[in-house]
């Protein structure tokens, strides 16, 4: 189906009331029933979460992510981590879209060492570096209670430490060109994410569309007190299709350059639904593959002529 317009809304659901450091209290059982059904119906929801404030917000793209862009094409390239890892650092297409990348942006020392690549021999970049790391620490926050509430609606709570402790995360930055007219333009093709779950903090300007299990057509409109959170391959794999990973482009119209910034978890070992997701009335979906495998069959001219490119892959 065609995403071209808007025909629903994406739930909204309030975190204000979850503490991720205290699983269980406050609003969490609660909560925790609304994200299972947002993420089994849409693969998304937005989640209103104060704890990233608007003057968090402003920081990360009014001073931080918007003035990395004004560098040289030269000192962006320096983020490159080689041939073997293309989606760990700059991607660019021509006057499209530029994208810069953190590994582990969560910890302070990685993103330190992305501002020394970028701002030497100056030296750093001082407030970047406090708004970036803050930003990246809440954003894993949410990811992380949201990973521990889809595993407790699941039944499965037992597996959260081993799956987080074989993750790793991506902190992505986009600059999305406007096409200075009112036509609306796709930026960044349909797809599903690889990963397992994504934390997307959007600026000003709309542009991601997302399609439902059934086929419906959502327009998330960006918000200064909310994050959008979205499942990926990696989780659908996990939980044997249980939930759901959407499809999504991203399209910008106008004048206003799209910015947006997200996190994404990214799984370390094999990707395979446990036993207790696996039974007589729903056989297993997919066989056990290897993340990075699979990106690479994703970029591959056998992956480039499927659409789901998990069932092709792996599916059973």
């Not at 990926?232 to 794999?237: I, S």
């Not at 996990?238 to 978890?265: C, E």
Request: with cysteine.
């Amino acid at each position: 189906m065609s995403m071209g317009g808007e025909t629903m809304p994406l739930p909204l659901i309030d975190f204000s009331g979850v503490d991720p450091s205290a699983p269980g209290a406050g609003t969490w059982s609660t909560v925790r029933a609304q994200v299972m059904e947002a993420l089994a119906t849409i693969g998304c929801f937005d989640a209103h979460y104060p704890a990233l404030t608007p003057q968090l917000r402003s920081a990360l793209f009014d001073d931080s992510v918007r003035p990395l862009f004004t560098l040289s094409l030269d000192t962006k390239r320096r983020n490159y981590h080689g041939a073997d890892k293309p989606f760990h650092g700059y991607l660019g297409s021509r006057d499209a879209y530029e994208s810069l990348a953190i590994i582990d942006g969560h910890k302070l020392e990685n993103v330190l060492a992305f501002a020394d690549l970028m701002w030497r021999p100056d030296g750093g970049n001082a407030s970047f570096c406090e708004t970036i790391h803050g930003a990246a620490k809440q954003m894993l926050e949410l990811e992380e209670a949201v990973q521990r509430m889809v595993l407790e609606g699941l039944g499965v709570a037992k597996y959260h430490d081993a799956l987080s402790e074989s993750s790793w995360h991506l902190f992505r930055m986009w600059e999305y060109k406007p096409p200075s007219s009112d036509e609306k333009v796709v930026r960044y093709g349909s797809h599903q994410d690889a990963n397992t779950l994504t934390v997307l903090c959007q600026h000003e300007v709309e542009g991601l569309e997302v399609q439902t299990r059934e086929g419906e057509c959502v327009l998330v409109k960006p918000s200064p007190t909310s994050l959008v959170v979205m499942a990926g391959n990696a989780l659908r794999a996990w939980t044997n299709d249980r939930l759901h990973a959407p499809f999504h482009h991203v399209t910008v119209r106008g004048d206003a350059t799209r910015y947006s910034a997200i996190l994404f978890s990214i799984p370390k070992l094999m990707v395979q639904a446990p036993d207790e997701l696996v039974d007589d009335a729903r056989p297993s979906r997919f066989k056990p593959y290897d993340n990075d495998d699979f990106i690479r069959f994703c970029v591959s001219e056998e992956g480039a002529r499927h659409k789901d490119k998990l069932k092709a892959y792996c599916g059973e």
